[in-house]
C-alpha cells in the first residue's frame, strides 16, 4: 500500500501544477500506459497473498479512478482556456456597420434566351444543343448549301484547318442536322447557342448568339410557320396585337424562304413594337428544303417543315433599349449594372421581368 501511496501523492502534485496538454497526456502514459507505474502495480496481483489481495486491489482501483478523474479534469481545465483565449483574440464586434454585400445581375443575353426557351417550351418545342466547332458537312454541304456560295469564304467563316473541314460554326443550324440524324421524326425543337462570322461593327460582332427553330412533321406548311412565329413575337414583346408581314428572300436551306417584319413606331424617343407604319426585319425563316431532308434521311413524301433563325443579341437590344451590339462582349460591370437583371428578383413567369 505504501507504494500506492507514494505514487498517488507524487502524481497528484503533479497534475495539480501548470501543465500543458502534451505534458498531461505524458503523465496518463506514466501511470496507465502497457508499463506505467499503475499498470505494473495490477500486475503484482497474482503474487500477493490472497488474503491481502482483496484489500490492495480496492485501494489500487481507488487510486486508479482517482488519478484518472484528475486527469480528464486537467484536460478538459486545458481546453476551456484554449477556447476561451481563442474567444477573446477572435471576438466578434456586433455594434459594427455590415459588410457591403455586392449582388452579381444576369446578362441580358442570357436573361433573353431563358425567355425565349420559356415561350417555345409553352408550344412544345423542346431545346437541344450543338458544339461550338462544328464539320464542314453540318456547316453548310447537309444545308443545301452550294461551294460557291459567299458563307463559305474564308473571309466570312472562321476556318480551324487549311482543309476547311473544322470551322466555328456560322449558325446553330447545324443543330438541327444532329437533331434529324440522331432520331426520327417528328421533331419540335429549338437550338439556342453562340455563332461566329467575320464580321465587326455597331450593329454587328465576330460571335453572337442565335436560336433556330425546325419543326418537322407530316401536313406542316407556312400558316403553322406563321402561327408560331406570331405567338412568340407577342409574347416575347409583350404585346396583345401585332403587324407582321413575310418578304420573300432566299436561303439555301429552305424553299419557300421569307424575311419577317414586323410594324413598330418611334414615341418618346423609343421603339415601340406592333404598332406604326414602319417596318422593322427580325428574322428568316422558311419551309425546310426538301434536300436537307433527305440529306439526314427523312422521308419527303410524308413528312414536311418549317426553321427559322433568329439574332438573340438583337432580340435583346430592341426589347431593353440597347444601342451597341459590342457592349455585350466588353465585360464592363458598369454597364451590366444598368442593363442586367436581379437574380433574386426574377417572377416564375418570363413575362414583366425587372431590371
Not at 506505467?36 to 496481483?45: D, H, N, P, T
Not at 486508479?64 to 474567444?87: F, H, S, V
Not at 477573446?88 to 446578362?107: A, M, Q, S
Amino acid at each position: 500500500m505504501s507504494d500506492i501511496k507514494k505514487i498517488k501523492d507524487e502524481f497528484i502534485s503533479k497534475i495539480k501544477g501548470n501543465l500543458n496538454l502534451d505534458q498531461v497526456n505524458k503523465i496518463k502514459t506514466d501511470l496507465f500506459g502497457k508499463n506505467g507505474l499503475i499498470s505494473s502495480q495490477f500486475k503484482r496481483l497474482g503474487s500477493i497473498e490472497s488474503s491481502e489481495r482483496k484489500k490492495f486491489a480496492s485501494d489500487l482501483n481507488f487510486v486508479k479512478d482517482e488519478l484518472q478523474d484528475l486527469i480528464n479534469k486537467k484536460i478538459q481545465e486545458i481546453e476551456t482556456k484554449k477556447i476561451n483565449k481563442k474567444l477573446e483574440n477572435e471576438k466578434v464586434d456586433i455594434t459594427l456597420p455590415e459588410r457591403p454585400f455586392v449582388c452579381g445581375k444576369i446578362h441580358p443575353v442570357s436573361q433573353v434566351i431563358d425567355e425565349i426557351s420559356s415561350i417555345f417550351s409553352e408550344i412544345g418545342f423542346s431545346v437541344e444543343e450543338g458544339p461550338d466547332i462544328e464539320n464542314e458537312y453540318n456547316n453548310f454541304t447537309a444545308l443545301n448549301t452550294p461551294d460557291n456560295h459567299p458563307a463559305r469564304d474564308m473571309h466570312d467563316t472562321f476556318y480551324l484547318d487549311q482543309k476547311k473541314e473544322l470551322l466555328l460554326r456560322t449558325h446553330t443550324s447545324p443543330v438541327q442536322i444532329r437533331t434529324m440524324i440522331n432520331g426520327k421524326p417528328p421533331f419540335k425543337i429549338i437550338a439556342p447557342g453562340r455563332t461566329y462570322r467575320s464580321d465587326s461593327d455597331q450593329t454587328h460582332a465576330p460571335m453572337f448568339h442565335q436560336v433556330e427553330g425546325l419543326h418537322i412533321d407530316q401536313n406542316i406548311n407556312m400558316s403553322h410557320l406563321k402561327g408560331c412565329l406570331n405567338h412568340f413575337i407577342k409574347e416575347f414583346f409583350e404585346v396583345d396585337k401585332i403587324k407582321m408581314r413575310f418578304r420573300p428572300s432566299h436561303f439555301p436551306f429552305t424553299e419557300p424562304s421569307a424575311e419577317v417584319d414586323i410594324g413598330y413606331q418611334i414615341q418618346n424617343g423609343k421603339i415601340k413594337i406592333g404598332e406604326g407604319n414602319k417596318w422593322l426585319e427580325i428574322l428568316g425563316c422558311g419551309m425546310v428544303h426538301p434536300n436537307v431532308l433527305k440529306n439526314v434521311k427523312v422521308d419527303t413524301k410524308k413528312f414536311q417543315g418549317y426553321a427559322f433563325g433568329i439574332g438573340i443579341d438583337r432580340l435583346a437590344m430592341l426589347k431593353y433599349g440597347i444601342n451597341d451590339l459590342r457592349a455585350f462582349f466588353e465585360c464592363d460591370y458598369r454597364w451590366l449594372n444598368n442593363f442586367g437583371f436581379d437574380p433574386l428578383d426574377v417572377p416564375t413567369n418570363y413575362r414583366g421581368r425587372s431590371r
